[in-house]
């Protein structure tokens, strides 16, 4: 069987750094006060989130800055610290300008950028923690880092009316790192050895996976695998928006086409590759 290559992303950041803020400098007062997907989050809320996020970057990772904080006992205590923070600085940043968080974007991309060129993509770092907790080759971190900004500016395109960047070369790459999640969905799902389930992505962006336990864990496979015991197939623009919460699993299980082991099937859609 025939695992999934690395999720080569590097060169994508500067064109979809580009992209959005070609796309912030282009909105009206009132665009930038549009409701998104994300509750309680206007799209300068969501442009004010992908700065805090390039901002925590460089102080956490580049500087190695640390503050004070709770500890992280559970992946409750995770998502709820998140959450928190999240909250907090959205508020706080509200203050601040459109032009001002533009500015910001600009100054701290670049810088992001540089940094993660600096890493080797193929040694360990930190885990990406919708797919385990373990750590993870630094490609799959860049990879999420990726999908972050991806499907946030997608949900600012969609709140503002402006088309998405569905070209293969950027939503591909979104897809074969959310994939990443499977086995972490369906790590307490009991199944005989060699079990299978594929899911299916239709469209220019989307592709084939299987997941087959093997022991006590499931892995990830694009070749090779055994007979599916269950299939799901999902349009590309479907399964982005039910990995980041923004299709709910009753509206996506009406989408999909779902066939074999039911049990099997409809855990796929339960599937979330964001945190939060």
């Not at 940094?115 to 919708?130: C, K, Q, R």
């Not at 880092?145 to 939503?171: N, S």
């Not at 980041?244 to 082991?261: I, P, Q, S």
């Amino acid at each position: 069987m025939k695992a999934p290559a690395p999720v080569m992303v590097l060169e994508l950041f500067p064109e979809v750094r580009a992209e959005l803020l070609a796309l912030l400098s282009s909105l009206t007062a009132e665009e930038w006060a549009r409701p998104t997907v994300c509750a309680g989050w206007s799209v300068k809320d969501i442009a004010q989130h992908l700065l805090a996020g390039d901002i925590g970057i460089l102080s956490r990772r580049r500087d190695a800055f640390t503050s004070p904080g709770p500890s992280i006992e559970s992946w409750n205590d995770l998502v709820g610290l998140i959450n928190r923070l999240n909250e907090t600085w959205t508020a706080a940043a509200r203050r601040i300008s459109q032009r001002v968080v533009c500015d910001l974007l600009a100054w701290a991309g670049p810088q992001v950028e540089e940094y993660f060129a600096s890493l080797d993509p193929h040694a360990m770092g930190v885990p990406v923690d919708w797919a385990s907790a373990e750590p993870a080759p630094v490609w799959l971190d860049l990879a999420r880092e990726y999908t972050e900004r991806w499907h946030h500016q997608q949900q600012v395109r969609d709140a503002v009316g402006r088309p998405g960047l569905k070209q293969r070369r950027f939503f591909a790459p979104v897809l074969e790192a959310f994939v990443h999640a499977l086995p972490r969905t369906y790590r307490d799902v009991p199944a005989a050895d060699g079990t299978t389930v594929q899911l299916t992505i239709t469209g220019e962006a989307g592709g084939e996976w299987f997941l087959v336990r093997e022991g006590l864990v499931w892995n990830l496979y694009v070749e090779g695998a055994p007979p599916p015991a269950a299939r799901v197939t999902l349009d590309a623009d479907d399964a982005w928006r039910l990995f980041t919460k923004g299709l709910r699993t009753e509206e996506a299980r009406a989408r999909a086409v779902l066939a074999g082991d039911p049990r099997l099937a409809g855990k796929m859609l339960e599937t979330i590759a964001i945190l939060g």
